[in-house]
């Protein structure tokens, strides 16, 4: 055997393994039960099964239903419920029979976009290589100022200028532009996503209008004017931080020729911070539709509202905590104890075995 084999065999056995079920098809029969679902409750406690009995509702929460079940990690059922967890980064819930997400299979996002989005980011690029050419980086941030920069019959000559120097600065010949061109199409394939997500948070700020209205009408109550300036301020917090992460993406594209030629590595710090926005809107979304559709001549609904949404904020950011920071510690908490319990249980089979 030549050491190129003997490295390669090392290599594999040394790789994790490969997740081979691309569905959460459950053996065990709690999982067939009709209308069957996990989700992660919004105070970020552990995972539940919620389970349809009727005028009954259970939702027995992750590791009991491993202990109860007698699930190991090393089964397929106790493999699919750790995938599962990994699977409620990326979307809202999960269902037996359901597909496994994408972004755990081989990366790319589970959820589409529009046309639109794909065209705001390869516009965005192409605005990029534009002020590459002049030693500058595009400040542009709203489509219709893009749409109309990208319109300009000068700045249309210097994008063909700055395609051919591009080309240049990737290794090719003077004109041979088809490197640049495919680069920018897989880019833009993965920051369409980003595009959608810097859409669908326009919405989230949008509630402190909200705020406003509900101050005006309820001026008299002091516990509701209290609670809504305590809200307006953790609610900044919580916008920063999404922006935050938009920046960080927005900063990688300025340096285009260095993405261009560092295409695949740019790809997965592309596809993380994807699905760090994601998982934020995930959050977001339900609590941003309430507010827009909120009666506000409802009083009760709206103190339970207020109340719900300064509890979702505080418990992430009074603490000086973040969405991010917070799922990280539940994360590794619970995967501390499910490996405590396999080892429970590994100690136990050895134990009988003697």
Not at 71 to 99: N, R, S, W, Y
Not at 117 to 138: D, F, N, T, V
Not at 161 to 179: M, P, R, V, Y
Not at 205 to 231: C, H, W
């Amino acid at each position: 055997m030549t050491s190129e084999h003997k490295e390669a065999g090392a290599a594999e056995a040394n790789a994790e393994p490969v997740l081979r079920d691309t569905n959460f098809d459950f053996e065990n029969k709690v999982f067939k039960v009709p209308k069957a679902r996990f989700h992660k409750p919004d105070n970020f406690d552990e995972p539940v099964l919620v389970v349809d009995l009727g005028d009954l509702q259970d939702e027995p929460k992750f590791n009991n239903l491993m202990k109860t079940f007698n699930i190991g990690v090393d089964v397929h059922d106790g493999q699919l419920m750790v995938t599962f967890v990994e699977a409620l980064k990326f979307v809202e819930d999960v269902c037996p029979g359901d597909k496994v997400p994408n972004e755990i299979l081989d990366g790319t996002a589970s959820w589409t976009v529009l046309p639109k989005h794909k065209m705001l980011a390869k516009g965005r690029l192409e605005a990029q290589l534009i002020a590459w050419l002049a030693g500058e980086e595009s400040k542009i941030a709203s489509p219709e100022e893009l749409d109309k920069f990208l319109a300009e019959r000068e700045n249309r000559a210097k994008l063909r200028e700055a395609f051919n120097k591009a080309a240049i600065a990737l290794g090719s010949k003077e004109g041979d532009t088809t490197a640049v061109l495919l680069r920018l199409e897989l880019l833009a394939r993965e920051l369409c996503h980003v595009e959608a997500l810097r859409e669908a948070f326009i919405a989230v700020p949008a509630i402190s209008r909200r705020f406003n209205q509900v101050s005006e009408l309820y001026a008299g109550d002091m516990r509701v004017k209290d609670t809504v300036e305590r809200v307006r301020y953790l609610l900044c917090k919580g916008v920063q931080e999404y922006q935050n992460i938009f920046l960080e993406l927005d900063g990688q594209a300025g340096e285009i020729i260095s993405t261009l030629k560092a295409i695949d590595s740019q790809i997965i710090l592309i596809r993380e911070k994807r699905d760090k926005l994601r998982y934020l809107q995930i959050k977001w979304t339900p609590l941003v539709r309430e507010w827009s559709e909120l009666v506000l001549n409802q009083g009760a609904r709206v103190r339970d509202l207020l109340g719900r949404t300064y509890r979702f904020l505080a418990t992430r950011f009074d603490t000086t905590q973040s969405l991010m920071k917070a799922r990280k510690e539940l994360e590794d908490a619970q995967r501390a104890q499910i490996q405590k319990g396999q080892q429970e249980k590994n100690a136990q089979a050895r134990a009988k075995k003697k």
